[in-house]
């Protein structure tokens, strides 16, 4: 999912636990969101993946690679 979809369900999923948005928004964007991109880039899980779901829209789901089904 984009950072976008990541910070807006994560205002709502975490606003309890962290007691406030401005605080759910801090920790995701100068920790979470840090933390994943610099996964993506050193292990590049996508190109190691057989299938891709792109969960932006959390009730369509769509498969953006499936090695059993070129793309």
Do not use: H
């Not at 309890?16 to 840090?34: H, I, K, W």
């Amino acid at each position: 999912v984009t950072a976008d979809t990541v910070l807006r369900r994560a205002t709502v999923r975490d606003l309890a636990l962290f007691g406030s948005e401005e605080e759910v928004v801090r920790r995701y964007t100068q920790r979470y969101l840090p933390g994943e991109q610099m996964y993506i880039a050193e292990c590049a899980p996508q190109a190691r993946a057989d299938i891709v779901v792109d969960m932006n829209e959390w009730d369509r789901p769509r498969i953006v690679k499936d090695l059993a089904q070129p793309i």
